[in-house]
């Protein structure tokens, strides 16, 4: 494994990359959930990236890699792999920047995200079920075709582009304390990104790394202490499933940063979302619901604490609603 960027470089990184992100994508808010914080007996504040521009904190890594480009390297192609949300951004970024893409998909990505993908124009590739096998195949092509490769985590500007989230966090905190931030866990960007800026400033922060019990490949290779892979199955946090890529750079990153991984199960994601929905009128995905699972699950020591959850996406189908609500 090659060695990857310290925490305080993703964390300098972020901060210069901050202002340049500010001109194409909205601040979103980190917003008080009264309900939620009076169950968990805790200030709760919800970082609300389900309101970020394609629906997902994934278009800040994209647009932070394809700012690094050239007028050229984007008009030649970009190439890279998503379970969905991470294709978006880079759609939003060549649209917003110019040039083109290619993006590999599972199979059983989520249909209302395939079809968004379309709208943006880029080339489609549905190949397999696992986006962690997905993603050396469009490394390989985008060598074999001298085109560049936008990871959907395992890069430092990309990684960098995530942590903006803990930068704007900081930001609206304006001083005020915060005890610890519950993340949702895939391929480790997002939570790498944000707890290396949190954990520069507040280096007290606890930082919770949600996964699902049915495909938590991060929380697993933490756990072996090395980048394993996973028979994922099926789950509701289709946002953050896969298999870690070898070699990625986050795995150092996520065992340095994440003090505590919760396994959350489909009917406490379910639960979380009907929540969500019931007393916030807020519609979230999988992967956001789960991040409030995890708080729920770990009420106990959160508990008269300042708590931020991530609320990391918003696209979410109508079929899969309507089963996960069932």
């Known amino acids: 494994m090659t060695e990857g960027p310290t925490p305080a470089e993703i964390a300098s990184r972020s901060e210069r990359v901050a202002p340049k992100l500010r001109q194409h994508l909205p601040l979103t808010p980190l917003r008080a959930f009264g309900a939620f914080s009076d169950e968990l007996g805790a200030q709760v504040l919800v970082k609300c990236e389900h309101e970020q521009r394609t629906g997902s904190f994934k278009a800040r890594g994209s647009m932070a890699k394809i700012l690094t480009l050239t007028d050229e390297q984007r008009e030649r192609g970009v190439v890279t792999a998503s379970t969905g949300n991470h294709g978006l951004g880079v759609g939003n970024a060549l649209a917003t920047l110019g040039g083109r893409g290619i993006v590999y998909l599972p199979e059983n990505a989520s249909p209302s995200k395939v079809a968004a993908l379309r709208r943006f124009g880029l ?12 993603e050396p195949k469009a490394r390989a092509y985008a060598a074999e075709h001298d ?57 007290d922060v606890r930082v919770y790394g949600a996964s699902p019990v049915r495909d938590a490949a991060m929380a697993k290779s933490v756990e072996a202490g090395e980048i394993v892979l996973v028979d994922g199955q099926d789950t509701l946090s289709d946002g953050t499933a896969g298999s870690v890529e070898p070699g990625s750079i ?64 918003g696209n979410i189908s109508a079929s899969t609603l309507a089963a996960a609500l069932g």
């Open 147 to 203: 085109l560049t490769y936008v990871p959907p985590y395992n890069d430092p500007d990309v990684i960098a582009g995530q942590g903006t989230v803990g930068v704007e966090i900081l930001e609206q905190l304006a001083g005020e304390k915060l005890d610890a931030v519950v993340v949702a866990v895939g391929g480790g960007g997002l939570v790498s990104g944000i707890a290396s800026v949190l954990k520069r400033h507040l280096p």
């Open 123 to 134: 080339e489609i590739r549905a190949e397999g079920t696992d986006s962690g096998v997905l």
């Open 250 to 313: 986050t795995f150092d990153l996520c065992r340095q940063l994440v003090d505590d991984w919760v396994l959350v199960s489909e009917d406490a994601i379910s639960a979380a979302l009907r929540m969500v929905i019931d007393t916030e009128h807020q519609l979230i995905e999988g992967s956001a619901a789960m991040a409030f699972a995890a708080a729920r699950a770990r009420r106990t020591e959160l508990e008269g604490q300042r708590v931020a959850i991530v609320s990391c996406g």
